[in-house]
């Protein structure tokens, strides 16, 4: 199943890329439960590939909006699963399944903890407190914030970029009121986000390690010329703008 994702993401996007200090510090044991924020409809797809390159030992598990689910069953075989995001019973449903979840050992919960789409650049990013909830329910768990945004730099498709926090303990969080839980929660994403920010903006892809790449180039009559001018100079022929580091 997770192959469908890469292809579907390769033919679509031009690259899944991780900031080099991002990378994610897994537990010794365990459950661990992933929040971020919520820029776009590929996060899930995001959420797939990231749990299959950087956390393949644990089960992965998400919730997502009912109705989604209905219209993309395909989530469904993955470990998704639906939660009302407009009613008390939603919320309710969400920490009954979290926290059954949570009380195996290496197994994940990823979370899009804004609970709606919003802008990267948003502040604040109003974190719904369910994930602060939760943590009652499953205090020996790690939780690791991710920092998601979306930008076009080269290439006719955009790129995906992600950064993971330092984790912290449930337990350290549980010293918190449950306010200042969620403030620690969202000041930690926004730190990463407003770091990944930074690196995306600098167009530097030595500040990233390529997750998955997709196939670069336009296409069509531009990369036909390009591939015929390559030729003539008896070059091969890198369809990237810049060539791709080998």
Same mark, same amino acid.
């Given at each position: 199943?997770?192959?469908?994702?890469?292809?579907?993401f390769?033919?679509? %996007?031009?690259?899944?890329?991780?900031?080099? &200090?991002? %990378?994610?510090?897994?537990?010794?044991?365990? /459950?661990?439960?992933?929040?971020?924020?919520?820029?776009?409809?590929?996060?899930?797809?995001?959420?797939?590939l990231?749990?299959?390159?950087?956390?393949?030992?644990?089960?992965? @598990?998400?919730?997502?909006?009912?109705? %989604? *689910?209905?219209? @993309?069953?395909?989530?469904?075989?993955?470990?998704?699963?639906?939660?009302?995001?407009?009613?008390?019973?939603?919320?309710?449903?969400?920490?009954?399944?979290?926290?059954?979840?949570?009380?195996?050992?290496?197994?994940?919960?990823?979370?899009?903890?804004?609970?709606?789409?919003?802008?990267?650049?948003?502040? /604040?990013?109003?974190?719904?407190?369910?994930?602060?909830?939760?943590?009652?329910?499953?205090?020996?768990?790690?939780?690791?914030?991710?920092?998601?945004?979306?930008?076009? &730099?080269?290439?006719?498709?955009?790129?995906?970029?992600?950064?993971?926090?330092?984790?912290?303990?449930?337990?350290?969080?549980?010293?918190?009121?449950?306010?200042?839980? *969620?403030?620690r929660?969202?000041?930690? *994403?926004t730190?990463?986000?407003?770091?990944?920010?930074?690196?995306?903006?600098?167009?530097?892809?030595?500040?990233?390690?390529?997750?998955?790449?997709?196939?670069?180039?336009?296409?069509?009559?531009?990369?036909?010329?390009?591939? *015929?001018a390559?030729?003539?100079?008896g070059?091969?022929?890198?369809?990237?703008?810049?060539?791709?580091?080998?």
């Amino acid at each position: 199943m997770v192959s469908t994702f890469r292809r579907y993401f390769t033919r679509h %996007m031009n690259a899944l890329r991780i900031a080099q &200090w991002g %990378m994610p510090a897994a537990p010794q044991q365990g /459950p661990i439960i992933v929040y971020s924020n919520h820029p776009a409809w590929w996060d899930a797809a995001v959420y797939v590939l990231a749990a299959d390159r950087f956390l393949p030992s644990y089960e992965s @598990y998400a919730p997502i909006d009912a109705a %989604m *689910l209905r219209q @993309y069953g395909i989530f469904g075989r993955i470990g998704a699963f639906g939660v009302d995001l407009e009613s008390p019973r939603g919320a309710a449903d969400f920490l009954k399944a979290g926290s059954e979840i949570l009380s195996v050992p290496h197994r994940a919960l990823w979370i899009t903890a804004q609970g709606r789409f919003g802008d990267v650049r948003e502040r /604040p990013l109003g974190l719904k407190p369910g994930v602060a909830y939760l943590l009652e329910r499953a205090p020996g768990c790690t939780v690791l914030p991710l920092a998601i945004e979306y930008g076009f &730099w080269l290439e006719r498709g955009a790129e995906a970029f992600i950064a993971f926090g330092p984790p912290m303990r449930g337990q350290d969080l549980l010293n918190l009121a449950r306010s200042d839980r *969620l403030k620690r929660l969202e000041g930690e *994403l926004t730190t990463t986000l407003d770091r990944l920010s930074a690196d995306v903006r600098s167009r530097d892809p030595a500040r990233f390690r390529a997750v998955l790449e997709g196939r670069a180039g336009i296409g069509g009559l531009y990369d036909g010329w390009r591939r *015929l001018a390559a030729a003539l100079r008896g070059r091969a022929f890198d369809p990237s703008h810049e060539g791709r580091p080998s």
